[in-house]
């Protein structure tokens, strides 16, 4: 027997893309804040610290950027799993959605 309200199962599934998100938004972290890690080790720094000057000079930036795609490739097929099951969620919610203003306006006409 189905509800007759189905707004705790939208509930539901905003609740469902919301991890889904975190969850690709943490991969993404994780990934720059292991590329970041290893720059820094990589580039052991030697330089004086001074006043209002970044340490972080134009090479490390590249170093970064590579140690990035390559994190990113290596994890490649998870962020892409997880990207197709945000977009279908997306697609879920909105056809749901829509379903629901349809209903909504046969019930108030």
């Not at 007759?4 to 939208?10: A, E, I, Q, T």
């Not at 539901?12 to 820094?40: K, P």
């Not at 006043?51 to 795609?69: A, C």
Request: positive net charge.
């Amino acid at each position: 027997m189905r509800s007759s309200n189905p707004r705790p199962l939208l509930a539901t599934m905003e609740a469902a893309r919301r991890q889904i998100h975190q969850h690709l938004e943490l991969v993404h972290r994780q990934i720059a804040g292991r590329a970041e890690r290893l720059t820094v080790t990589q580039k052991a720094k030697s330089r004086s610290h001074r006043r209002g000057r970044s340490n972080w000079t134009p090479s490390d930036e590249e170093l970064f950027r590579e140690h990035l795609d390559r994190l990113t490739f290596e994890r490649r097929r998870e962020i892409e799993a997880l990207s197709r099951k945000l977009a279908r969620q997306d697609q879920a919610l909105a056809a749901f959605r829509e379903k629901l203003g349809e209903n909504v306006g046969r019930v108030a006409a």
